[in-house]
Every structure is written in structure tokens, then in C-alpha cells.
């Protein structure tokens, strides 16, 4: 069964960190390109970051040079280190899975359930 979890979200300050988890079973993360959307209330869904399947890493303006995505193999999972985060940032964030990386939702296959971020002082 393929599946994608997202875990690590939680309650922050503004200014705070987290580091969220994209854990990947039944298939293999490192034979696709793996996104990280987020959500926000009554806003559509928006890429923030991607990683291509050669390594190629991708930001949105908006998290450009406060978030990093990486890759580790050997767990089968993508992080996302957020620094610096802001009361902006709130939004649900899901992981997505996919051939390329792409700002489309459609270009995603496999998707996560989600992990609430919200950063209030």
C-alpha cells in the first residue's frame, strides 16, 4: 500500500523552528520528485518546496532562504527545516509525490494526510 505520513507540525512563536517529516511506505521517495505544500484557511493550496529526483531543490519567495528540504535515504523520508518562522506560515502542510516537480496540484500523485503548523506568540 503506498503511502505518505506527514509528522512534526505543531505550536510555535513566531521566530521559532520545526522540522517536518514526509515518511514514504510502499514505495521508494528517491524515484520521485517530493513537494511540500501548504495550505492556509480560504487560501488554495501552494507549493513552497520541492526536491527533484536528481537533487534539484526548489523555494517559493515566500520561504526562500528560511526553509530547507533535504533528503534521507536511508529512512525513506524527505524533511522540511523551517527557521525563522512567521505567523504567515500558518497553514495545514502536506508532502506530495510525483514524476517532476511542479507548482500543479495534478502534477502530484501520492499525497500525505497533512500536519498543522501554526506559529502564534
Known amino acids: 500500500q503506498v503511502q505518505l505520513v506527514e509528522s512534526g507540525g505543531g505550536l510555535v512563536p513566531p521566530g521559532g523552528s520545526l522540522r517536518l517529516s514526509c515518511t514514504a511506505s510502499g514505495f521508494t521517495l528517491g524515484n520521485h520528485a517530493i513537494a511540500w505544500f501548504r495550505q492556509a484557511p480560504g487560501r488554495q493550496r501552494q507549493e513552497i518546496s520541492c526536491v527533484s529526483e536528481g537533487g534539484n531543490t526548489y523555494y517559493d519567495d515566500s520561504v526562500e532562504g528560511r526553509f530547507t528540504i533535504s533528503r534521507d535515504a536511508a529512512e525513506n523520508t524527505v524533511h522540511l527545516q523551517m527557521n525563522n518562522l512567521q505567523p504567515k506560515d500558518t497553514a495545514i502542510y502536506y508532502c506530495?509525490?510525483?514524476?517532476?516537480?511542479?507548482?500543479?496540484?495534478?502534477?502530484?500523485?501520492?499525497w500525505g494526510q497533512g500536519t498543522q503548523v501554526t506559529v502564534s506568540s
Open positions: 506530495a509525490a510525483g514524476d517532476y516537480c511542479s507548482t500543479y496540484t495534478t502534477g502530484f500523485a501520492y
